[in-house]
């Protein structure tokens, strides 16, 4: 008998926002999101790229990839 532990989606969003912030602090966030409107969006474009790889390292179990972006 194989017994399989899944998250539930509250421990997922938990992870995930302890993941955004690591990766990304809120002062960090904020300012590639106003270098983004200022009209340089590097930083912003490389935020959305970590965000989706953390997505992707915690899915949520009940929907598909389509249903992440």
């Known amino acids: ?6 998250r539930t989606r509250d421990e997922i969003a938990k ?7 690591a990766a990304w602090p809120a002062a960090r966030q904020l300012e590639a999101q106003q ?13 959305r790229a970590d965000f989706s790889a953390i997505r992707a390292l915690y899915p949520y179990s009940d929907t598909t990839p389509s249903e992440e972006n």
């Open 1 to 6: 008998m194989k017994v399989i532990n899944t």
């Open 15 to 21: 992870l995930r926002q302890q993941a955004y912030l």
């Open 35 to 47: 270098d983004m409107l200022n009209g340089d969006p590097v930083k912003w474009e490389r935020m």
